[in-house]
T-cell receptor, first 115, second 108 residues
Framework: GAVVSQHPSWVICKSGTSVKIECRSL??????MFWYRQFPKQSLMLMAT?????????EQGVEKDKFLINHASLTLSTLTVTSAHPEDSSFYIC???????????FGPGTRLTVT | RKEVEQDPGPFNVPEGATVAFNCTYS??????FFWYRQDCRKEPKLLMS???SGNEDGRFTAQLNRASQYISLLIRDSKLSDSATYLC?????????FGAGTRLTVKP
């Protein structure tokens, strides 16, 4: 099946710093990628849809200036958590559908801890 | 009303039991439906797509009822390794909507 990777797999940072998370489709091109956040014992929450070559579409309640998304190529999308706070500590996951399917393949996730 | 609703469970069943989960969705124009499995602290993995005619993969059977706007997942002869959270996913023009997940624990 299709492979999606994420980097880093885990990161610890201090409050106020920024963290960049990469999502790559390894064996297919993805014009669209999705970013999710999952708090412990809760469901995945879609944060934004990343579109190659254009602006990301953010879900209601997600601050676009805090969660910067860049989809500069057909195989890479990045999520930057700016001015991180402890409440941003979460499991961040990306996904992408290999065309022409709508089936989502998920990256392994990035566990962010903000101290 | 949530766009995609699932019974959160938990469902605790003995090995060998048959268990079924339902998931309802609000958008009648939804086009694609999937069941994903998520193990603790891992990413979701596609279990199976759900087709209008229903589909079966080994011990797993998925059904779609468009008239009533729900999908179901049936697991027969459950194994200990089936313990996980099962996510219902509905796709509307590449707009993914997830259910909250149903937690299943299979006990010896």
């Amino acid at each position: 099946g299709a492979v999606v990777s994420q980097h880093p797999s885990w990161v610890i940072c201090k409050s106020g710093t920024s963290v960049k998370i990469e999502c790559r489709s390894l064996d297919f091109q993805a014009t669209t990628m999705f970013w999710y956040r999952q708090f412990p014992k809760q469901s995945l929450m879609l944060m934004a849809t990343s579109n190659e070559g254009s602006k990301a579409t953010y879900e209601q309640g997600v601050e676009k200036d805090k969660f910067l998304i860049n989809h500069a190529s057909l195989t890479l999308s990045t999520l930057t958590v700016t001015s991180a706070h402890p409440e941003d500590s979460s499991f961040y996951i990306c996904s992408a559908p290999p065309p022409p399917s709508y089936e989502q393949y998920f990256g392994p996730g990035t566990r962010l801890t903000v101290t | 009303r949530k766009e995609v609703e699932q019974d959160p469970g938990p469902f605790n069943v003995p090995e060998g039991a048959t268990v079924a989960f339902n998931c309802t969705y609000s958008n009648s124009a939804s086009q694609s439906f999937f069941w994903y499995r998520q193990d603790c602290r891992k990413e979701p993995k596609l279990l199976m797509s759900v087709y209008s005619s229903g589909n079966e993969d080994g011990r797993f059977t998925a059904q779609l009822n468009r008239a009533s706007q729900y999908i179901s997942l049936l697991i027969r002869d459950s194994k200990l390794s089936d313990s996980a959270t099962y996510l219902c996913v509905v796709n509307d023009n590449n707009d993914m909507r997830f259910g909250a997940g149903t937690r299943l624990t299979v006990k010896p």
